[in-house]
């Protein structure tokens, strides 16, 4: 069906005349014909609103959506006021994991016999939607969830409203944060069976301590100056945080270890395996890491630390196994039965080693230039370039002092450094795991790694501006449920976070008034957005997310 002109001679000269057409197929002269279906007059003087109550009466035989989108274009004109436009592309995609994962559904089941008069659980997910997109304080999200970002149910906010929800959020945070840790596990089919255990420090920029959580202690952010709260994620094997912990700053490794093996049994998980870096090692640590039927794979000090058992297993004979990425794998056992006994996995990287062995002998060569410039005579003192020399952090390892007070290469110190050349080492408590799954493991530590890197550069974390404590905490909250949809959204589109942000920006909601209310507009959504939504298997907004009921009036 169509509309076309056709102009005709009268007394009055041409005149061009509007037919609703349509073509159909004649079986006897087998060819197409054109039938008119109604002419509407001629083109000078059409009744523009008898069209438009024709169009409007062929709309409701369309999807509401649809048809709603050709109400509001036949009421185009004066009668319509462009009053601007949001950004949605971000917030939708965060909605629509958000609810992949039940979350909201948790807390709309825990407030269930709540009378609150707010819309608590929209009003979360726009504090996580804001850590993703655009960090800024509560103050700062009333115009931002309000004017620049259309959040899916919710049009105003208030600042008190978020720390409200922020209350809430905390209340249910062991109800949500197990749900959570099973959703991921079912909806994208990973394994939990090993989790990695990593921590940070965030600071305050308020210098006063408190009760609770604000406390000095050995800082990651190096402000030791300030208090901070000590943080933790137990993260899965493909970097997604499935569970996270806040502590005093002054917390000590092993009340950190307790209190997370602690948790985890209460889940019932079966087998865990918690890996952690050398930070965490130590006898009392890994007897807490192995109660309840847990187990590890730590990481072991080399030049440090490399004493007894460790130093045993580094020097202990047998060949390298090969593995498919290029590195050398050797399975040590050390001591006999019972506690006694250690695994230990021997790892050599060819590629580190060579870099390594290069890399120390262009120091050695210019040590040896500069000793040699030093005209040094037995029993004299130093002078003050040799002390320089000596303290230097590269030359002066590879330095020892003679009886006689001279300086000469440290040969000894060279052969010990030629033995750790691409090295690192391993233990691990569980006998049934595989040297290479115990490599593996250990290498994924760098997702851990990057989930800390993200929360203090992409969403930024830190610094905190909260004093209470139950605030701090659900900040902390936050922050975690804002990684968990990002880390998410970048395993199941293969995309970083920037990336994602940068296909979804151009996609907008604009926002039409008339005089029977208001319209949400969406511009076209392009291939490489569609792309997207396809592969996070999630919806795609629609054309029309809002307009008024054109029935009426």
């Not at 109550?53 to 036949?74: M, Q």
């Not at 370039?385 to 007070?405: D, M, N, P, V």
Request: a positive charge.
């Amino acid at each position: 069906m169509f509309v076309r002109t056709v102009n005709s001679k009268t007394k009055n000269g041409p005149t061009e005349y509007v037919q609703l057409c349509h073509n159909y197929w004649d079986p006897k002269t087998k060819t197409s014909k054109t039938k008119v279906l109604q002419s509407l007059g001629r083109a000078d003087s059409l009744d523009v609103k008898g069209i438009k109550r024709l169009i409007n009466s062929l709309s409701r035989l369309l999807p509401e959506d649809e048809g709603a989108e050709v109400r509001s274009e036949s009421e185009l004109g004066e009668k319509f006021q462009y009053m601007g436009s949001r950004d949605i592309g971000g917030s939708w995609l965060l909605d629509q994991l958000w609810r992949k994962l039940e979350i909201g559904k948790v807390l709309e089941t825990l407030l269930s016999n709540r009378a609150h008069q707010i819309p608590i659980e929209r009003l979360i997910f726009s504090m996580v939607a804001n850590r993703a997109l655009a960090p800024s304080s509560k103050l700062h999200i009333e115009h931002w969830a309000s004017e620049e970002s259309y959040i899916p149910g919710l049009e105003k906010v208030e600042s008190q409203q978020l720390y409200r929800a922020m209350d809430v959020l905390l209340e249910a945070s062991e109800e949500i944060q197990e749900k959570v840790f099973f959703s991921v596990a079912n909806l994208f089919n990973l394994e939990v069976d090993l989790l990695f255990l990593d921590t940070t420090t965030t600071y305050f920029e308020i210098s006063d301590e408190d009760e609770d959580l604000r406390k000095r202690g050995y800082s990651k952010d190096e402000r030791p100056g300030l208090p901070q709260v000590v943080i933790a994620f137990a993260v899965t094997r493909d970097g997604i945080p499935v569970r996270c912990w806040a502590w005093p700053g002054n917390t000590s490794d092993q009340d950190i270890l307790e209190e997370v093996k602690k948790d985890l049994n209460a889940w019932k998980l079966g087998r865990v395996i918690m890996v952690q870096d050398t930070g965490f090692n130590s006898d009392e640590n890994r007897k807490t890491l192995q109660t309840a039927g847990g187990h590890y794979i730590i990481g072991e000090k080399l030049r440090r630390g490399s004493k007894g058992k460790a130093a045993e297993a580094l020097s202990a004979k047998g060949k390298f196994t090969k593995t498919e990425d290029g590195l050398e794998i050797k399975d040590v056992t050390i001591g006999g039965d019972g506690e006694a006994r250690r695994r230990y996995v021997v790892v050599r990287n060819p590629e580190a080693a060579k870099y390594e062995k290069e890399r120390r002998e262009d120091i050695l060569k210019e040590t040896e230039t500069r000793l040699e410039k030093l005209k040094q005579l037995d029993g004299e003192p130093h002078k003050k370039e040799a002390c320089k020399l000596r303290a230097h952090s590269a030359f002066g390892r590879y330095i020892r002092q003679t009886k006689t007070g001279k300086l000469r290469l440290n040969k000894a110190k060279i052969k010990q450094e030629e033995f750790f050349d691409g090295k690192f080492l391993l233990s691990t408590s569980d006998e049934t795991i595989s040297a290479k799954d115990v490599v593996k493991g250990y290498k994924q530590l760098f997702e851990v790694e990057r989930v800390f890197r993200d929360l203090k550069h992409v969403i930024d974390i830190r610094p905190v501006y909260h004093r209470l404590s139950d605030r701090i905490q659900s900040h902390i909250l936050l922050c975690w449920l804002t990684m968990l949809m990002i880390r998410i959204a970048e395993r199941e589109s293969g995309k970083t976070w920037f990336q994602i942000k940068k296909i979804l920006s151009p996609l907008t909601v604009g926002i039409l008034k008339c005089s029977k209310g208001e319209v949400f507009q969406l511009n076209p959504i392009n291939l490489e957005q569609k792309r997207l939504f396809s592969d996070l298997k999630i919806e795609a907004p629609k054309r029309l997310l809002k307009f008024p009921d054109f029935k009426k009036g």
